[in-house]
């Protein structure tokens, strides 16, 4: 039962909500609800747009596009939401305003589909023979319930008759030549005289028709139907982009006192994508049945997406009606959206163990420009111009690649495997669960291996995950790969945000933290998932995880012989040397220079002990003593 009371801690008014037995602040009860409901929306629908593309005749290329320019669209929008937040400083009404255009940007892209003119049947003749046609669609009724009354009660077009004594069964292509012929992930089926008896392509022109369903589309139709989709993506995205970050920024002002509490409370978020997506694939299996179909569903595996669409939208709208209580605080404390991103990193620093945190600012990135001489992003890039750094984030990319095209495309390959909507809300609630686990361990790994041999397991398990998605031939073993899924995204991600906020130039930090999110979301997850469409257009599914794999381990192979055998200049150690054994300074100056900045830089950023080591032992010496006997572990 949930109660409200007058008497509270933790927001501005001092009331809190009394929950399950639980006295919780109102406002954070608040946020955690958005979070519920907001990710939830994006559960109900996001991970399914491949397959519902898929279901419209697209390719996996143009459903890459699709999929893969949202985060891009958003970085793009970043700037321009900072300015435009700085400037009026009404963030409500701003999350307000990007909400709505989530809500029509949504309803918009269900509205948009390709004419159906044909749809495909099976002609078993008299003598036992086979032979698979195209018929004129049906006509759809129009106009919603005043269409169908016209029609029930014979005032408009009847719809046609196509009861046919020759059409016997329905069919879908992808499945009528066996298994064998099956590529997984390749689509849509081009019709040809060959696959179909009474085509003739100066008379119908290209034709494709989508597995699982008995729809045939002109080419061209679905071409449009794909440009149409892009804009309002594009629109969509652009328009809605600022909505999260001033949630977040509202979030980080009430865990001010404690931020290592945001974590926990955007954990909600994971708990109802997971939820929702395992609602939606129940549902989605029930959904084989439509009101308006142009063509017959008779032995097909179609799915009605447009209980996604809606359910999505009512999400978002709740959301909208919970952020409606929001109070994002005076002018001068509302957060520009462009630069809670780098905030919301820093809430993590605290899981860090000290001694970590210093021997990893040992390695902090130099600039010689001071402060204001250079343009910051030239700066930032300049100082990670470090073979050991380039490597790293080459490995936090190449993870973002691999979960982009996951995202995009496992549930499509999945899919022509045999894989049903309900599995793939199984496959999420498992994902989600791991990630929600993570959450609470991934800084215990951290502070014991550090952050090299963390990267180098993710990467592994990743390899190790593709080649086994690339072998699948039974859809439900997945399961526990997407636990594997779940715990390296979840990881990675705390490993890589922690890394390059302690690493980074103190006054070029927070720009470091952007490029960071551009090469993850932008680079790894948005172009990966244009890249990864085109290849799996091109050799189906399945080679493109065994390629996956194969890069993968490249990427790993380069990190260790980086990291084992490289100095900052490039140049190889001696082989009568080994790192552990000769003590250099993290860009591959020796130590025994008095002048050596590691000193400068430990000094810069860590607690220097009020009795300088005459009483106690000095923290800082331990921690400089582990750092020289393993500069780059």
Known sequence: MMTMDSVGAGTADGRSIHFMGRDIPRDLFMVRLFYLLWFASFGSLFPLLAVYFKQLGMTAA????????RPLIEFLATPFWGMFA???RRGKVLLMFSLSALIISTLAVGFVQPVTPYCVVLDKNDTGGECKLIIPAEEVVRGGALGYLKEATGLGRRKRDTANKIIDTIIDLSTYNGEEDMVAGMAPEYITKENV????EEVYGTLVSPPHSTRVYREPAVQQAFMLLLILIALGEFFSSPALPLVDGCTLNLVSDQPQEFGRIRLFGSIGWGMAMFVMGI???????FRNHPCPTKNTTEKNYILCFVTSTILTAMSMAVATQFRFGQEHEQHRPDEVGGLVMDTQLTEVDPAIAE???GKQLRTNEAR????EWRAALKAM???HFMLYLLGVVTIGFGAGNVFAFLYWYLQDLGGSPILFGMASVVNHAAEIAAFFYTFRFINKYGYVKTMYACLGANVVRFLLISWLSNPWMILPLQAVQGTVLAVNWATATSYVSLVSPPHLKNTSQQILLILYHGVGRGLGAMI?????TAIGARLFFALLAFITACVLGANYAGNRMLKYDGIKYSHNFDEEDITFAPQGMPMGNPESKITEAFNQTSVVNSNYGTIGPDPQDDAYDRYVSNPYE
């Open 197 to 200: 008896c009474n085509f003739d």
């Open 372 to 375: 204001g001489e250079q343009n």
């Open 283 to 289: 549902g989605l299996d029930y959904s084989d049945t």
């Open 86 to 88: 700085q400037k009026f």
């Open 62 to 69: 143009q459903a890459g596009v699709l999929l893969g320019c």
């Open 532 to 536: 990864g469409g085109t290849i799996i």
């Open 385 to 387: 111009m470090n073979i």
């Open 359 to 361: 021997k990893t600012r």
